[in-house]
């Protein structure tokens, strides 16, 4: 009797190498591991059978865990193997998310089987079908569960321009949807008779390893029109648009007035083929209308290209119920030094929350300019902070309370009721000489909670002068 209790002791003290919580009630396994990411999650699936139905089973786990199917191994280009498509396979009723790519050694039964497994998210990169037969039953079978789908250079390679084998799919629970350099036939049938859709993002690259025909841009933005008519509970949108089909989008006002959504966050961005921006001012003009058409609901704008100096200062000045605006590219604003000077500016104290970014510091200017219209500002993101940018947000933006930069080379000034409100600041510094400086400027603040200086190859300077890491 005493030598099986001190069997049983022995292998609770020892428990096996491969399952260190072998001892541990699944709850408490579950516990544990609720620390770990969905990747590194699906890695623990493959220890063992016990703990590969804790994570499959936990709602928790399956909302973190993304399937990913890939021939890509260690960046470069593999293979599948019979223990690949079995894995795959077996754990694919498991989740609810997955993500396919680069999977043309995958063959057709299997990626219809992966299909079938009740996906929730579906993010698909890089494939080719070869037929639109193919691809339609695909999309058919994934339709009626997926909630969130993202296809990036989808296309099919035997497709037809009178789609007679055009799909009626509806996809029910579809609510984000993002289209990035696809198939003109997935554009225009696939998705024609979605009307759930939330939050849409369309994409055309100028750099596209096809060439588009002039019917194939037409057809392509009757598409984007036709999705954007049919979702009427759109609350985000996202255009990052080839050149052509933006001047094609925008170049009748007549299809905004079949919008019936209203936008609560919109992304912009246009591709282009030549250095300068080539888009004629009728479309310019269609654009600002679109955004006066939001005014009323939209709370996030950002602008990724030029769009020009009549659209930065109708947003600017017009738009007074935004709250968060982020503006890339701010050198194609104003080339010269008479167009910054000849653009007007109207305070905007609706916005709150501001990121600004340009290639060349000879544009801080213009940041500068902008800098001083939000006097509601309460977190600003920037490229550079010199000290004539720490001067505006000194004297204007007394509520600022989060600062975030890469270049930091001002001074604080002494005063202590400056930026008096000011708790956290995120600063990426190259140059060591900045940091004994900024140290001794944030002397003067006793309310930070947060300081991230990004160099940690100064740390040492410090440790040796401050002792404080």
């Not at 989740?95 to 996906?119: C, E, G, N, P, V």
Request: aromatic residues 12%; contains cysteine; hydrophobic residues 40%.
């Amino acid at each position: 009797m005493f030598a099986a209790v001190s069997s049983f002791i022995k292998k609770i003290r020892e428990p096996k190498p491969n399952d260190p919580f072998a001892v541990l009630p699944k709850n408490c396994c579950e516990n544990i591991l609720q620390f770990l990411s969905g990747a590194e999650l699906l890695e623990c699936s493959k220890v063992n059978k016990r703990w590969n139905s804790v994570i499959g089973k936990s709602e928790s786990f399956e909302k973190k865990v993304r399937l990913k199917v890939s021939e890509i191994f260690g960046g470069a280009l593999g293979s599948f193997t019979i223990h690949d498509v079995n894995f795959i396979i077996t754990n694919g009723r498991r989740y609810k998310h997955i993500k396919l790519f680069i999977t043309r050694k995958l063959t057709s039964h299997h990626l219809l089987l992966l299909a079938s497994f009740k996906w929730i998210s579906v993010r698909f990169y890089y494939h080719a079908f070869r037929t639109e037969i193919e691809m339609t039953n695909f999309f058919g079978i994934i339709e009626a569960n997926v909630e969130e789908l993202e296809l990036r250079d989808i296309r099919c390679i035997f497709s037809r321009k009178d789609n007679i084998l055009a799909p009626n799919m509806i996809f029910p629970k579809l609510r984000t949807l993002r289209l990035a350099d696809c198939n003109t036939y997935i554009y225009s049938q696939i998705f024609q008779n979605v009307k759930t859709i939330q939050m849409l993002h369309l994409e055309t690259k100028i750099f596209s390893a096809v060439d588009y025909k002039d019917w194939e841009f037409i057809e392509r933005v009757k598409a984007f029109q036709t999705i954007l008519r049919n979702n009427q509970n759109l609350k985000v949108l996202g255009f990052y648009l080839h050149q052509t089909d933006f001047d094609n989008l925008f170049i009748d006002d007549k299809f905004l007035c079949g919008f019936k959504f209203q936008l609560e966050a919109l992304k912009f961005k246009k591709f282009r083929k030549q250095p300068e921006p080539k888009s004629n001012t009728i479309q310019m003009e269609n654009l600002q209308k679109f955004l006066s058409m939001h005014n009323k609901t939209l709370k996030y704008l950002e602008l990724n290209e030029w769009l020009g100096n009549d659209v930065l200062e109708t947003v600017i000045n017009t738009m007074d119920n935004l709250k968060t605006l982020a503006i890339c590219e701010l050198e194609t604003y104003g080339t010269h030094d008479d167009s910054i000077a000849n653009m007007n500016f109207f305070k905007n104290e609706s916005i709150e929350s501001v990121s600004l970014h340009a290639g060349y510091s000879k544009f801080n200017e213009l940041q500068r300019i902008l800098v001083g219209q939000f006097p509601n500002l309460k977190a600003l993101r920037i490229g550079t902070v010199n000290q004539p940018i720490l001067k505006v947000l000194v004297e204007k933006a007394h509520k600022l309370e989060h600062l975030e930069t890469d270049f930091f080379t001002a001074f604080f000034p002494p005063d202590r009721s400056a930026l008096r409100h000011l708790r956290s600041m995120r600063i990426h510094i190259d140059y060591a000489r900045h940091f004994k400086d900024i140290l001794r400027d944030f002397s003067y603040y006793s309310n930070f909670e947060t300081v991230f200086l990004n160099a940690a190859k100064t740390v040492d300077i410090f440790h040796k002068a401050h002792g404080i890491f």
